[in-house]
């Protein structure tokens, strides 16, 4: 098939995801065009049958704003018209969906151009917080329902799109994934002894994300600041965003400072969670999980919220621990106790990592994309699938 992927191309899970089934897709003998602003994270220079295409969103002084909106959709068009599209899967519903549903309207009012299908993939922040602004709900619930398929990465994200959307779409949840090969545990003993100061009793726990409120990074420092008062351990903070200053102020003020260590943005976390000993996720929403899943791939044990689709990933006492996400003393007595029974702490291990390659890997969903593509292209032309 040729498939024609549009994404934002930054750190969020929706890049990242987009940018893995893009690069599997091809793998897989498909041609896949990325449409973005920028080649998008986690995406080499160059990949066997992949090519990226970029939205140019020129200025103009009679606009406030540049029409990024406009401009995507007609580089779809001109995408689909060169490449023979089959599929345009737009992941985000706004504006993406708007956007490839503008650009299935050009091409339709052609008879000369073939009109691809278009797949909306919703990833979270699109229904829970841009989707539900009365500023765009009506918006964004007329391009769901106006695409030809719709999935969502859980359940439980697609329970609250009906629930906070007029969403008529029926929709499929297809999870999340990972390309295994790549997300597995790498031993560096150099790294963790760096890491470590070199000392043996000394375990590493680690917290990856975009350090926004909803991540809530000053609970991660809370939670460590009691995990260390039972356990010698240090904090390694992943990731960059406008709460990183609250969390390096929390850590002062809880005098573990000394302890917690700033990161910034890494484009390879493989090599950190892999000498990491417990990963810290107490995010007031999370529509799936991606770094726990990428930390429990490297075998890395978490303690998280036990909100969105967390559950769907994390199996409370065996791969990890879920709790109240107010009860900050549950989190910190899972860590620390984990963190103090090595036989445990290696089934737990273990544990995850049979999660991730029995449900989460390659393999095991992207067909599940590719037979809902097929399924589309199949079914007979509509507007909206109703539930």
Known sequence: MNVGIVCYASVGGSGIVAAELAKALADRGHQVRLISTELPFRVPDYHVGLAFHAVQTPGYPLFREPQYLLSLANKIVQVSRDYDLDIIHAHYAIPHAAAAYLARQILANNPASKVPRVV?????????????????????????????????????????TYRQLPVRAKIRVIPNFLDCQIHRRIEDPALRARLTGGDAQVRLVVHVSNFRAVKRPEAVIEIFARIRAEVPARLLLVGDGPDLDRAGRCARTLGVSDAVEQLGEQEQVVP???????????????????????AMACQVPVVASRVGGLPEVIDHGVTGFLHDPDDLEAMSASGAAILQDPARHRQMSEAALASVLERFCVNAVVPDYESFYREIIDRQPALAEQA
């Open 120 to 160: 909306t993939t919703l990833h979270g922040t699109d229904v829970t917080l841009i989707g539900s602004d009365s500023s765009y709900s009506e918006t964004a619930a007329f391009c769901i329902d106006q695409s030809d398929g719709v999935t969502a990465v859980s359940r439980s994200l697609r329970d609250d």
């Open 272 to 294: 950190l969670l892999s000498v990491s000993d417990l990963f810290l996720l107490p995010s007031e929403q999370e529509s799936f999980g991606l770094a726990a899943l990428e």
